[in-house]
């Protein structure tokens, strides 16, 4: 879809650009006199032909890394669209316990409003410390082991009250 119409984009660039590159060399070639057109092969082939190499590596760099970011934002929009379509609460951490990616159900569960209000911050910021230190230790020994684990967390809901959770921690 989108991805390859914007390779085929891309492609017609590169040969443009190098299309005309290549008429504007012909032109002045073409239109030169000779004897100036010979001395101006003799002088400037050489620089004029590694030029073009460390052009056409800069552009083909640039092409690289445009497409890069391109497939890198599909399958960025395709992440996002999964976590948020999800049903079941759903979130990443880094190594200090900070959310760095969440779904609306985490944010219903630890009613923070929003998703993106949970990034940055870590479980104490919504659960009372014992709580909090809990899961914090149940993830420290999931990445000691690097093993995944199945946990029993007990978590606070809406009236206060405390309920048991399955978790899978990876």
Do not use: C
């Not at 395709?78 to 990443?92: T, V």
């Not at 209000?117 to 104490?124: A, P, V």
């Amino acid at each position: 879809g989108a991805l390859f119409a914007t390779r085929r984009t891309a492609a017609r660039s590169l040969l443009a650009l190098s299309g005309a590159t290549a008429i504007g060399s012909a032109v002045g070639a073409f239109f030169l006199p000779p004897a100036i057109r010979d001395q101006l092969l003799l002088e400037l082939a050489l620089p004029a032909a590694a030029a073009n190499f460390v052009a056409m590596i800069l552009i083909g760099t640039a092409v690289a890394n445009d497409l890069r970011r391109v497939t890198i934002a599909a399958e960025n929009t395709l992440y996002r669209s999964i976590m948020d379509a999800f049903p079941e609460p759903l979130n990443g951490k880094d190594t200090a316990g900070r959310f760095i990616a969440a779904n609306p159900a985490t944010a219903e569960l630890m009613r923070a409003g929003t998703a993106a209000s949970l990034i940055g911050k870590t479980d104490q910021d919504f659960y009372p410390v014992d709580i909090a230190a809990a899961f914090r230790h149940d993830e420290e020994t999931v990445l000691a082991s690097g093993k995944p684990a199945i946990v029993e967390q007990r978590v606070a809901r809406r009236d206060g009250s405390t309920a048991w959770l399955s978790t899978l921690k990876t």
